[in-house]
């Protein structure tokens, strides 16, 4: 059984920082970090392949930057300049022999 164990959300003032961290039980080659606000879709926020291929949605491109500890098989979202509208649940996704995979969801508030 995949696990994908986040931690690391909380309260923050606009304009600064939290970093999300999420733990896999196996080695994901490919891994996500997924948002959905209330009422709101969940929206792709950034995208890690492999150990160097990065890709991040434009609401987030400058200020988040995701990242991995291959030997931790464990991923990063550091977020910086918070804004109210990065409010949301953040999930980490993985796809893994054709299944996909998410944790258990991290809520990060930032207020105004």
């Known amino acids: 059984q995949v696990q994908l164990v986040e931690s690391g959300g909380g309260l923050v003032q606009a304009g600064g920082s939290l970093r999300l961290s999420c733990a896999a039980s196996?080695?994901?080659?490919?891994m996500d970090w997924y948002r959905q606000a209330p009422g709101k879709q969940r929206e792709l926020v950034a995208v890690m392949k492999g150990s160097m291929t990065t890709n991040y949605s434009d609401s987030v491109k400058g200020r988040f930057t995701i990242s991995r500890d291959n030997a931790k098989n464990t991923v990063y979202l550091q977020m910086s300049s918070l804004k109210p509208e990065d409010t949301a649940v953040y999930y980490c996704h993985g796809r893994y022999l054709l299944r996909d995979y998410w944790g258990q969801g991290t809520q990060v508030t930032v207020s105004s």
């Open positions: 196996v080695s994901i080659n490919t």
